[in-house]
């Protein structure tokens, strides 16, 4: 791991560390949208042996048990297993890394990650990885958000920073947060890591918050990228973000909620 990938890496780690509750608060019913079409894509059945990478609070596993699947989830940050063990205690949690995955060859019937592929400091090795332990013809499928303008909760956020905050602060550098948001580009990491039969589908969702206040704050303290740019910005900088962010989002309210619109993909692979 180069110099600039365990950068990002600490960094990533000690802003889950510190993001535990406001993300199962916040993020978490945006998220669990997704897993149901992602356990869909690696079509699992009562036994599949299924590995939840990134796990987080648990709920891509735990959903996985519910189909009597045997998931084990596995996660870098301890205070994200500690919350996933709190909430399902009787399953299994590891903690490991991505890109590093404890486990031997061929362990598993299929392979999964919510989201987690965009705080990874080197996602290719990660999905070289979920290829290694898989079965033959097990199957991998991640999710990612789909491009900004597709995703109006980010897009009223990042276009308040861009137009009120300081974009110069000081964050270790990651891959490009956007990057699997172009379906070509997930299926050449899927395939340059060994699976046939790549596949993206597109998926709308629905976020539903309580007002302008609450999306900015899942933000600010559930989010690791753009929680550290907006918690590095002055009490000014962020007033005008916070003010920007109640105007434009007017548009979105319906009967007293906030209701953004959403997007996400899934990509998966067979190893044949």
């Given at each position: ?36 079409p992602l ?12 590995l939840?990478?990134?796990?987080g ?10 189909r ?87 897009k ?13 602060v ?5 891959p ?72 434009t ?24």
């Amino acid at each position: 791991m180069t110099n600039l990938a365990k950068e990002f890496r600490e960094f990533e780690y000690n802003a889950w560390q510190q993001s535990v509750d406001q993300y199962n608060n916040s993020f978490g019913s945006l998220t669990n949208q997704m897993i149901e079409p992602l356990l869909n894509a690696v079509n699992p059945q009562t036994g599949t042996k299924i590995l939840d990478i990134a796990t987080g609070p648990g709920y891509v596993a735990a959903d996985a048990a519910k189909r009597e699947c045997q998931a084990i989830g596995l996660d870098f940050s301890d205070a994200m297993l500690k919350k996933a063990k709190q909430l399902n205690p009787d399953l299994e949690f590891i903690q490991g890394e991505a890109e590093y995955l404890p486990f031997k060859n061929e362990e598993f019937d299929a392979v999964v990650m919510n989201f987690g592929i965009l705080h990874l400091a080197e996602p290719q090795k990660a999905i070289n990885e979920a290829f290694r332990v898989l079965r033959h013809p097990g199957k991998f499928a991640f999710t990612v958000w789909d491009v900004m303008d597709k995703c109006i909760g980010m897009k009223l956020v990042y276009e308040a920073i861009q137009a009120y905050g300081n974009l110069e602060v000081a964050l270790p550098e990651g891959p490009p947060f956007f990057y699997f948001s172009e379906e070509q580009n997930c299926i050449s990491a899927l395939q340059n890591a060994g699976f046939s039969h790549s596949l993206v589908s597109k998926f709308s969702l629905t976020w539903e918050l309580t007002n302008a206040d609450e999306l900015l704050d899942a933000f600010y303290q559930g989010t690791a990228r753009t929680g550290g740019l907006l918690r590095n910005q002055t009490e000014e900088n962020l007033a005008n973000i916070r003010a920007a962010i109640r105007q434009t989002s007017q548009p979105y309210f319906d009967k007293n909620k906030l209701v953004l619109p959403m997007s996400a993909l899934v990509a998966s692979g067979t190893k044949l």
